[in-house]
């Protein structure tokens, strides 16, 4: 596909369960980001990845959030012992080094009940 | 650090009307600043962005915004607006580096009426 792809796009847990999401850059794009979107704080950032490195990992919430990147490519976001709180559309964004425009998936939509 | 008000949360316009979408910024550096439209169930589309030079920047469907660096502004507009225009509209700011994470305003709801 020519564009970032995620996985799953809909995600219902129960409170205090793990959960994984999966984000598909478009190829070539070494530039990685995760976004959050959520009713009461609108889209905030979350983590930044050049490759596989996180040089900017500001914008996670709590130490219950983790995300990895193999290959340079495929990102996971992980969130442990999840909260009603971490209910939210979580978007990932990708783009060429030093390119100014970042391209976003669809987005996976999490419900922790 | 940087920041993005939107002014109105909510825009209701009839079809074929012009439309404003409102956005300020701050920063005490040089940005980048864009607008993102997202339609229901759908990811960000980049609708347009000012990087340099010219202060009228257009994009796709039609709109085009203005970059004021006095007003620290940059408003959306159409001139005649259609029903699949409905959506929510997110300003954006970064820094004009070779990096820079997103800083979003908190989006307008346009609703285009027939």
């Known amino acids: 596909g020519a564009g970032v792809s995620q996985s799953p796009s809909n995600k219902v847990t129960e409170k205090g369960k793990d959960v994984e999401l999966r984000c598909d850059p478009i190829?070539?794009?070494?530039?990685l980001y995760w976004y959050r979107q959520s009713l009461g704080q609108g889209l905030e950032f979350l983590i930044y990845f050049q490759g596989n490195s996180a040089p900017d990992k500001s914008g996670l919430p709590s130490d219950r959030f983790s995300a990895e990147r193999t290959g340079g490519s495929v990102s996971t976001l992980t969130i442990q012992r999840t909260q009603q709180e971490d209910s939210a559309v979580y978007l990932c964004?990708?783009?060429?080094?030093?390119?100014?425009?970042?391209?976003f998936g669809p987005g996976t939509r999490l419900l922790v009940l | 650090a940087q920041s993005v008000t939107q002014l109105d949360s909510q825009v209701p316009v009839f079809e074929e009307a012009p439309v404003e979408l409102r956005c300020n910024y701050s920063s005490s550096v040089s940005v980048y600043l864009f607008w993102y439209v997202q339609y229901p169930n759908q990811g960000l589309q980049l609708l347009l962005k000012y990087l340099s030079g010219s202060t009228l920047v257009k994009g796709i469907n039609g709109f085009e915004a203005e970059f004021n660096k006095s007003q620290t502004s940059f408003h959306l507009r159409k001139p005649s607006v259609h029903i699949s225009d409905t959506a929510e509209y997110f300003c954006a700011v970064r820094r004009g580096t070779s990096y820079g994470k997103l800083t979003f305003g908190q989006g307008t709801i346009l609703t285009v009426h027939p």
């Open positions: 964004a990708s783009s060429l080094v030093g390119a100014e425009t970042q391209y």
């Open positions: 190829s070539g794009h070494t530039a």
